[in-house]
């Protein structure tokens, strides 16, 4: 049976990144070693890095005076690195979601950093408008995607001070204007290749003005200095985002993968919306992700949930549990996921409502 993969990450990845990731495997760019076992100081895989960081660039228009370098330690350990890099005294959040809850904890270790505003008080089922950042903050955090709650901040921020985002579950899925964004960083595995790579695009005119020690391997400018080839990058990882970045370009880009992104959500809304049986988390249409589309059971069909779960599941759909604190569904529709996964899991919930 088909198997539709709806993880929140790691998630579905195109055919085509799997396809020639194997090939790779086998043969990588023609040196007859596996890119698992090629050199990073390879004539080729420098070529490779390059290529990677330039499709970035492309792809998300780039604009000069900023640079794009791959790291490892995830989506988190940015968490960490933006306020060591950034933060001389204050930094401002906007707290939407678990991830963000958690960007903000890190940053509390490096200054006075303030919550602008939280969803928290309706489990993060909105993003909240109206808030003031202070003049003084050295940079204002927000995330983009709240892959968990499924709510998304769908206008780049305007605002006075360089902003900071965490773009780990919608970069590559829509066009976004780089320059409104000082820093931007997302783990790889959501919409670009496997774990192991975090991409981060940065302005450099904000490094270098906190006093603070930053230990080399945290400093963003050791590797922009080395291009990324400061120690040993996830060769692997890099590899494949390269693959996925090929088949974007290929696509017609961001553009393109918007108008198929938002052409699968409104299908699956319209759906929860319509169906008896569901519920979406997240009430306004303006703050619903693309990309984690969350719904519960209505209340009158509570009992429902897991013989729902277990319907879908034998009919091959994989992955739709909602996290463990929002319960309920999710549904991941990330770049790579076709259209029709989405349309076969409203027929699931079709059929699943005409039994109940
Ligand atoms: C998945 C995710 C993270 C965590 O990424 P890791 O690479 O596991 O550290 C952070 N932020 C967002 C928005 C995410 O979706």
Redesign the pocket.
């Known amino acids: 049976m088909k198997k539709h993969n709806f993880y929140?990450?790691p998630s579905i990845l195109p055919g085509y990144t799997i396809e020639k990731t194997i090939e790779g495997i086998k043969d990588f760019a023609g040196t007859g070693l596996s890119v698992l076992e090629i050199s990073h100081r390879s004539k080729e895989f420098i070529e490779c890095m390059n290529d990677t960081i330039a499709l970035v660039k492309e792809m998300l228009d780039v604009p000069a005076g900023y640079q794009v370098i791959f790291l490892g330690?995830?989506?988190?350990?940015q968490?960490a690195m933006v306020p060591m890099n950034l933060m001389n005294k204050k930094s401002a959040y906007l707290v939407t979601?678990e991830?963000?809850s958690?960007?903000f904890k890190e940053a509390k270790l490096y200054g006075d950093a303030v919550e602008v505003a939280s969803s928290k008080d309706k489990n993060f089922s909105y993003i909240p408008k109206n808030y003031t950042v202070p003049a003084d903050a050295d940079y204002f955090h927000v995330?983009t995607?709240?892959?968990?709650f499924g709510t998304q901040l769908k206008k780049d921020p305007d605002v006075a001070v360089p902003v900071a985002a965490?773009?780990?579950?919608d970069i590559f899925s829509r066009p976004v204007d780089v320059s409104k964004y000082s820093l931007i960083y997302a783990?790889a595995?959501?919409n670009l290749g496997p774990?192991g790579v975090?991409v981060i695009i940065i302005k450099e005119d904000v490094l270098g003005k906190v006093t603070r020690p930053i230990p080399t391997m945290l400093d963003y400018r050791t590797h922009i200095k080395a291009e990324s080839m400061f120690n040993t990058p996830p060769v692997f990882a890099v590899f494949a985002a390269q693959q996925t970045l090929r088949w974007l370009k290929d696509l017609g880009g961001v553009k393109a993968m918007e108008k198929r992104n938002k052409e699968k959500a409104a299908l699956l809304y319209d759906e929860i919306e319509r169906n008896k049986l569901f519920v979406p988390t997240v009430k306004d249409p303006e703050d619903r992700s693309l990309m984690n589309v969350c719904f519960v059971m209505a209340d009158e069909y509570k009992e429902l949930e897991k013989p729902f779960s277990d319907f879908a599941k034998s009919k091959g759909m994989i992955g739709i549990q909602g996290h463990r604190s929002v319960g309920g569904f999710r549904a991941s529709l990330y770049n790579a996921l076709p259209k029709e996964s989405v349309i076969a899991l409203i027929e699931v919930m079709k059929e699943f409502e005409l039994k109940n």
């Open positions: 929140a990450g330690g995830g989506a988190s350990l968490f979601g991830w963000a958690k960007a995330t995607n709240n892959t968990i965490d773009m780990s579950s783990g595995q959501k774990a975090t």
